[in-house]
């Protein structure tokens, strides 16, 4: 990382035309409420399309790259890497799961990682398919239940927390009797409240018993994620122990889900406008699904940073080689040059490329799940509870501290 002497030197010696880089900004600096836009980064965006950012521990800065184009180019160019994250360097401004090395695609590379690879046919839309119709029952069952126990509710903990766990259990062909625990193990992971050491012993036994799987399915010819795993490592193409390290990561994903799903409806039921027209037009729903992928922001900052391996020129700035640069998606997908008037919820934007899942090599493998899931959830609450409503008012539904993603911890309804 660079200090304020590096600075001065490099400003000196570029000649730029103001003859100074931007000046550091302290960013994160807020915690927005429910699912509204960061107000801080907003006003970086305002600035330029290429910030400085201090980082949290004080030591140095980082770039922040917000415009869409810009984005695209530092997740896409295999000039900016992820290798020096792995080691922890530089800081995160989140807080991060760190997965296990070759898991994903840290090292340099423009290409996914091998296991990504070997299971890529269970994520696309004819892959997600195969889980439709048994992820129907089970979501019909806990509608079914939601109804039975009456208003009111908490959605997440009634719906929406465990359906995603059941839809990434199906596919990664997770047996019924061990889903309880490889929920219990997601949230463990994930919820910073438990504590480090408790996500860490979670994430271990997540892997041995992932390991065990695996291997018991090594050779097989199933669909599911597992056995797509399994015959990898059978044929040599995956090691027993990175394609574990991904099945983790894969199955972990679920939460994501339900943070997504959390703010969707959080929103959804604070704008009847919007509920209503899609109660009243269904075939807009699969649309209305990615609008609100584009507008609602994922994460609480932005993930880890890419460090440039060469001197590479971005939205008009020099980025030297080891300098780390961190690309906001929610930003990117808020770009008025790709996206007219991002600030409106419009189910009929097209086209609508935005960035939710990423971008490049290191994108999101759940992007279809994640999009089965929500258009299920969107069908049965809209449709089998058509007066759901919020049970409190919207400032007081209590939203996850600290977190990776945002989300609420509760959603209390009624109807
Ligand atoms: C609405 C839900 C979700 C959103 C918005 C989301 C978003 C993202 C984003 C922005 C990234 C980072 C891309 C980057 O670093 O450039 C990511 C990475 C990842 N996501 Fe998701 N995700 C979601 C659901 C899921 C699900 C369901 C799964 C698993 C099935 C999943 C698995 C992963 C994995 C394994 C990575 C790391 C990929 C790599 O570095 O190779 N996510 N996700």
Same mark, same amino acid.
């Given at each position: 990382m660079t200090t304020d002497t590096d600075d001065r030197r490099r400003a000196a010696a570029e000649g730029t035309s103001s003859g100074v880089l931007p000046p550091v900004r302290p960013w994160p600096a807020s915690r927005p409420p429910g699912v509204d836009f960061d107000p801080d980064l907003a006003e970086l965006m305002r600035e330029g399309p290429v910030s400085r950012v201090g980082r949290p521990d004080g030591e140095g800065w980082a770039w922040l790259v917000t415009r869409?184009?810009? /984005? $695209?180019? /530092?997740?896409n160019d295999p000039r900016f890497g992820r290798e020096p994250v792995m080691d922890g360097r530089p800081a995160r401004l989140a807080p991060? /799961?760190? @997965? #296990?090395r070759d898991a994903v695609t840290f090292p340099d590379s423009s290409e996914p990682a091998r296991p990504r690879r070997s299971v890529a046919a269970a994520f696309t839309a004819r892959g997600v398919e195969r889980v439709r119709e048994a992820t129907r029952r089970m979501l019909d069952e806990l509608v079914d239940e939601l109804l039975q126990d009456g208003p009111p509710a908490d959605l997440i903990a009634a719906v929406l927390g465990p359906f995603p766990g =059941? /839809? %990434?259990c199906e596919l990664m062909g997770v047996p019924a009797a061990d889903r309880h625990e490889v929920h219990t193990w997601s949230r463990l992971i994930l919820s910073p409240g438990h504590g480090t050491k408790a996500g860490e012993r979670a994430r271990d036994e997540m892997n041995a018993y992932f390991t065990g799987l695996i291997g018991a399915r090594e050779g097989g010819t199933g669909e599911d994620v597992v056995s797509l795993l399994g015959a990898a490592v059978g044929l040599g193409e995956a090691a027993l122990d990175e394609a574990a390290g991904l099945a983790v990561l894969l199955q972990i994903g679920a939460e994501a889900v339900t943070g997504h799903t959390g703010r969707m409806f959080h929103l959804l039921l604070t704008r009847p406008d919007l509920t209503e027209r899609l109660r009243a037009e269904p075939a %807009? $729903? @699969? #649309? =209305?699904?990615?609008?609100l992928l584009r507008y609602i922001p994922h994460r609480n900052a932005v993930g880890p940073p890419r460090v440039a391996t060469q001197d590479v020129e971005v939205g008009g700035v020099r980025i030297r080689a080891g300098e780390a640069v961190y690309v906001s998606y929610a930003a990117a997908?808020?770009?008025p040059g790709v996206f007219p008037d991002p600030e409106t919820i419009d189910f009929? $934007?097209?086209p609508n490329p935005h960035v939710a899942f990423g971008s490049g090599p290191q994108r999101c493998p759940g992007g279809m799940p994640a $999009?089965?899931?929500?258009e299920m959830l969107l069908d049965a609450l809209l449709d089998r509870v058509p007066g759901l409503r919020l049970a409190v008012p919207p400032d007081e539904v209590p939203f996850r501290e600290g977190a990776l993603t945002r989300g609420p911890d509760a959603l209390p309804v009624t109807w």
């Open positions: 869409y184009d810009d /984005v $695209r180019t /530092v997740t991060h /799961v760190v @997965p #296990q =059941a /839809v %990434i %807009i $729903r @699969p #649309q =209305a699904v990615d609008e997908n808020r770009d009929a $934007r097209y $999009r089965l899931a929500s």
